[in-house]
C-alpha cells in the first residue's frame, strides 16, 4: 500500500511494502521497499551514500529501513570499503578493477545509520564470490557492474578474508550473496539513469566530466551529487595516478562555481572541488596530532626565529647561529637543543666562540634530560653539513668540542666515522692536500678509487665518492681524495695532466685542486614565503604553528597554486639536468670515436 | 676467499634492499630537521633511519636533500606517490618537497667488492691517442663548468619565483585584511544600510 510521505525539497518519495511496526509506542515503521527521486530501492540493494563533508560517496548496502515517529525516515547502511580505504591493511593483495570489499566483524565502521536523504543514487554490487551459495554472475552482469566484491574486510581484526559466514553483522548471508532479481532489476534501473552512470565506463576524458558538472548547474541538487558521483567514480577508474592528479588541478577551476552556489541550497553537497583522495582527510588528521608532537619541539624553534619580524634574513642568521652552535655541542641530539641556545645567545648575536662554547655546554646539558629520538648516525651527518659552512679554524675548535665531549657520555663510535671525513676535507682544502677526482664511474666505491690511486700514483690516499644528487651526471663520478701532502697531491696533478691516466671505458681520469664551490654563509632558500607581521599576538602562533610542521596542500588554497608553480619549475629543471646530461653523453661518445687503439 | 665474496654478496644484497625501500627528498629548506622529517614521514610508515647528503660540489645555496629510509619498499612507494599527487610540504609554505627513489649512487656506504680492481693504463705524450684523452678531459672539465652554469640559472628561476609569489601574497593578504577591516569597524554595515543592500553572508 502506497504511503504518501511529505515532499522533501520536491524530490519524489514514496514508501513501498510495509514490514511491521516497532519501537517506542509502535511508532516506528519499517518498510521494505522505497522509491525516491525516480529509483526504486528494496532491501538489500546496495546504494552510494553521501556522507556530510566526504568527497566520495561510500556504498553501502541498505539492511533495514524505516520512518519515525517524528516522520524522519532512516536506512541502516552495512558498508563496503574501497581498496584505498584499507590499502594498509592490504599488504600485497592486489585488488580487482571495481572491486570493493564488504565490512564484517564487531567494530566502528562496519555500518551507520543514516537518513535516507543522504541516498545519492543506486548502485549495482554483485558479488563474485566463489561459493556455493551465492548465484553466479554471468560475464554480462560482471561487466555492467558498478562494483563487484568477493572479499571481506573485518572491522575489529583488520583482516581479508573472502570466505563469508552464515551471516554478516546480523544479515543472513544469502542477503549478502546476489539475489535472484537482483540482476535484471539493477540493469533497469542502469538504463534509466539515462547514461549518466554508462559515461564513465567508457571512460571519459576530463573536458567531459567538466562538462556533466556544468551540465549540472541548474538541475536539482539531488541531480547534482550523481553528477558528481559519476566523476567521482571517473577518477577512481583512471585511478590515483598522474592523470587524477592533472584532472585535480583542471577541476578546480570548473567544479568551485557549481559548488559555491550549492552550498546555499543543500547542505550535505560537497563543499570543495571533487577529489578522490581521502588521505588527505587522513594525512590531515594525522598532521595534527603531529602538530601536537612537533608542536612542543617546534615551538621553541618557532621562538627562536619570532624573535623579530619573520623575514627570512633573520631565519638565516639563526639559522647560521644554529650551525655554529652546533660545531661545538656534539651531542646535540635535535636542533631544539641548538635553538634553546640560539634564545640564550641570541641576545648577544656575537660569534665569539668561546662565549659560544660556554653556552653549548649549558644547552647540551639541558639537552640531556629532553628526550629525542634520532638515530646516532644522524649525529655526525648533523655535524657534517654544520661543518660545510663553516670557515676554517676547525682545529682549535676541535680542541675545546673533544672538552665538552668528554663531560656527556654519548656513544661516538659511529660518530667519529664521519665526522673526520668532512672536518679532514676542510683542513685538506686548505692545506691544498685535497683533489677533486672526475670521470669515474658512478658505481665505484669509495675504496676503489683509494686502490686506484695508490696503484697509478703510488701514493697513499684517502677517497670519498661524491655522492649523487639531483644535479650529478649519471654517467660520471666523482671523487674527493685527500693525499697525504701537498707534493703529494701537486704531483699527483702534474702526472695527470702531463699523462692521461685510462679507466676501462676510455675515461681519462680528469684531477683539479680542492673544493670548486665556497660554501656560502647564508643559505638560502626560495619559496618559503611568510606574511610580515604587524597583527596581534594571536594570529603569530598560528602562523608560527603552520610553518613548523609539514602538511599536504589541498586545492582549493592560494598555497596550491603556488605549489603548483614550484612543481612545474621542479619539472622543468628536472628536464634541463635529463636534456644536458643527454648532451654531454652525446659528446663524449662523439670524442670517444676518435679513439684509435682498440 | 669464499667466504669474503659470499659476505659481499650478502652486503649487496642487504644493500639493494635497503635502496628498495629508501626515498630521496629534496627541496627541503634549511630549517627541516630530521625530527621534522620523522615526523612528516611517518605518516606513511615508520621511518628507520634519516641521512643528509651533503653537497660539497657546488655553492651551498642549493635545497638540502635528505635519504629516508622507510620500513619496506611499499612504504617508499606510496610516500612517492602521494607525494606526486598532493603537494607536500615541510616547515613552510609553498614550495613543495620532492620524492624520488633512491639510487645506489646516493648512499655512500656501497658494499665493496673485496677482489675487484679498477683497470687502468698511463699514456703518454708520445701515444696515438694522447690528444684525444687530453681534449676528453677539456670536455669532461667544460661539462663541469656547465652542470653549475644550469644550477645558477636554475637557482635565479626559483629566486624569481619566490618573489613573484611573495608579491601575489602579500596583494591577496592586504586584500583579504582590508575587507576584515572594513567588515570590523562597521563600515560596510553602513554602507549597507545606505544602499540598501541585505548583508546576509
Known amino acids: 500500500m502506497p504511503h504518501l510521505a511529505r515532499t522533501d525539497n520536491e524530490v519524489e518519495f514514496l514508501w513501498g511494502k510495509k514490514r511491521g511496526v516497532g519501537g517506542k509506542n509502535r511508532g516506528v515503521r519499517f518498510y521494505e521497499s522505497f522509491t525516491y527521486d525516480g529509483d526504486e530501492y528494496s532491501l538489500y540493494d546496495c546504494a552510494y551514500f553521501y556522507k556530510e563533508g566526504m568527497k566520495e560517496p561510500y556504498i553501502g548496502k541498505i539492511v533495514k529501513i524505516w520512518e519515525q515517529p517524528d516522520r524522519k525516515k532512516k536506512v541502516k547502511a552495512l558498508w563496503f570499503f574501497h581498496p584505498m580505504e584499507i590499502r594498509n591493511w592490504l599488504n600485497d593483495y592486489q585488488p580487482l578493477e571495481k572491486e570493493i570489499f564488504l565490512a564484517t566483524g564487531e567494530g566502528k565502521g562496519i555500518s551507520n545509520i543514516n537518513p535516507l536523504e543522504a541516498i545519492a543514487g543506486k548502485c549495482n554490487v554483485v558479488c563474485s564470490s566463489t561459493d556455493q551459495r551465492n548465484p553466479q554472475p554471468s560475464e554480462e552482469e560482471l561487466k555492467m557492474a558498478d562494483y563487484i566484491f568477493h572479499c571481506t574486510f573485518d572491522v575489529g581484526t583488520l583482516n581479508i578474508s573472502d570466505k563469508i559466514g552464515d551471516s554478516v553483522a546480523g544479515i543472513e548471508v544469502s542477503f549478502i550473496f546476489n539475489q535472484k532479481g537482483q540482476i535484471a532489476k539493477s540493469a533497469t534501473a542502469d538504463v534509466r539513469a539515462n547514461g549518466k552512470l554508462k559515461i564513465e565506463n567508457n571512460g571519459t576524458t576530463v573536458s567531459e566530466k567538466d562538462q556533466i558538472l556544468s551540465d549540472k548547474l541548474d538541475d536539482r541538487p539531488l541531480k547534482k551529487m550523481k553528477a558528481t558521483v559519476a566523476s567521482a567514480k571517473v577518477k577512481d577508474d583512471i585511478g590515483l595516478g598522474e592523470s587524477a592528479y592533472n584532472s585535480n588541478k583542471e577541476d578546480v577551476k570548473p567544479s568551485n562555481p557549481p559548488d559555491s552556489s550549492e552550498e546555499k541550497t543543500k547542505t550535505r553537497i560537497v563543499k570543495d572541488s571533487v577529489c578522490p583522495e581521502k588521505e588527505t582527510s587522513k594525512l590531515k588528521v594525522d598532521d595534527t596530532r603531529a602538530q601536537k608532537l612537533s608542536c612542543n619541539s617546534d615551538a621553541v624553534d618557532g621562538k627562536a626565529s619570532n624573535e623579530k619580524a619573520k623575514t627570512r634574513i633573520v631565519k638565516d642568521s639563526v639559522c647560521l647561529e644554529k650551525e655554529t652552535l652546533k660545531l661545538k655541542v656534539d651531542d646535540t641530539r635535535a636542533r631544539l637543543s641548538c635553538n634553546s641556545d640560539a634564545v640564550d645567545g641570541q641576545a648577544s648575536h656575537k660569534k665569539e666562540k668561546t662565549r659560544i662554547a660556554e653556552d653549548s655546554v649549558k644547552g647540551s646539558v639541558k639537552v640531556k634530560k629532553t628526550d629525542e629520538q634520532s638515530s646516532r648516525p644522524s649525529n655526525g651527518t648533523l655535524l657534517k653539513s654544520s661543518l660545510d659552512r663553516l670557515p676554517s679554524k676547525t682545529e682549535k675548535l676541535l680542541n675545546q668540542t673533544s672538552e665538552v665531549a668528554k663531560k656527556q657520555e654519548i656513544d661516538k663510535s659511529n660518530w667519529f666515522k664521519q665526522e673526520p671525513w668532512e672536518d679532514k676535507m676542510k683542513t685538506a682544502a686548505e692545506e691544498g692536500t685535497l683533489v677533486l677526482l672526475q670521470n669515474l664511474d658512478p658505481s665505484n666505491t669509495s675504496k676503489d678509487v683509494e686502490d686506484l690511486i695508490s696503484r697509478a700514483f703510488q701514493k697513499k690516499c684517502d677517497a670519498r665518492m661524491v655522492r649523487w644528487t639531483t644535479f650529478s651526471s649519471p654517467y660520471s663520478g666523482r671523487a674527493f681524495a685527500i693525499f697525504k701532502s701537498k707534493k703529494d697531491a701537486a704531483e699527483a696533478l702534474m702526472k695527470l695532466e702531463k699523462h692521461s691516466l685510462i679507466l676501462p671505458n676510455k675515461r681519462p681520469l680528469v684531477g683539479s685542486q680542492g673544493l670548486q664551490g665556497m660554501p656560502e654563509l647564508h643559505r638560502k632558500f626560495f619559496g618559503h614565503l611568510f606574511i610580515d607581521k604587524f597583527r596581534p599576538v594571536m594570529q603569530r602562533e598560528e602562523m608560527k604553528k603552520a610553518v613548523s610542521t609539514s602538511h599536504c596542500s589541498q586545492p582549493n588554497t592560494i598555497e596550491y597554486e603556488m605549489a603548483m608553480d614550484w612543481e612545474f619549475l621542479q619539472e622543468k629543471s628536472k628536464e634541463q639536468w635529463k636534456a644536458l646530461n643527454k648532451g654531454h653523453e652525446n659528446e663524449v661518445k662523439q670524442l670517444k670515436k676518435h679513439w684509435k687503439m682498440k | ?201
Open chain 2, 1 to 201: 676467499m669464499a667466504t669474503s665474496s659470499e659476505t659481499f654478496e650478502k652486503e649487496c644484497a642487504e644493500f639493494e634492499a635497503k635502496v628498495k625501500r629508501t626515498v630521496f627528498v629534496d627541496n627541503l629548506s634549511p630549517q627541516v630537521t630530521k625530527k621534522v622529517i620523522e615526523t612528516a614521514f611517518s605518516q606513511f610508515g615508520t621511518v628507520l633511519f634519516i641521512e643528509l647528503i651533503s653537497n660539497h660540489i657546488e655553492s651551498n645555496s642549493t635545497p638540502m636533500c635528505y635519504l629516508v629510509e622507510m620500513e619496506n619498499p611499499n612504504q617508499a612507494r606510496s610516500v612517492i606517490e602521494d607525494t606526486r599527487n598532493l603537494p607536500f610540504m615541510i616547515c613552510g609554505m609553498p614550495r613543495p618537497i620532492r620524492v624520488q627513489k633512491a639510487k645506489a649512487e646516493m648512499f655512500g656506504d656501497r658494499p665493496h667488492a673485496p677482489d675487484r680492481k679498477i683497470p687502468f693504463h698511463w699514456i703518454g705524450p708520445n701515444d696515438a691517442d694522447f690528444e684525444v684523452a687530453q681534449e676528453m678531459k677539456r670536455l669532461v672539465k667544460r661539462q663541469t663548468a656547465e652542470a653549475s652554469l644550469l644550477l645558477k640559472m636554475q637557482m635565479v628561476e626559483e629566486r624569481k619565483l619566490a618573489e613573484k609569489h611573495d608579491v601575489m601574497l602579500k596583494s591577496n593578504y592586504q586584500k583579504y585584511q582590508m575587507i576584515e577591516d572594513i567588515l570590523n569597524d562597521g563600515s560596510l554595515r553602513r554602507l549597507a544600510r545606505q544602499y540598501k543592500i541585505n548583508l546576509s553572508d
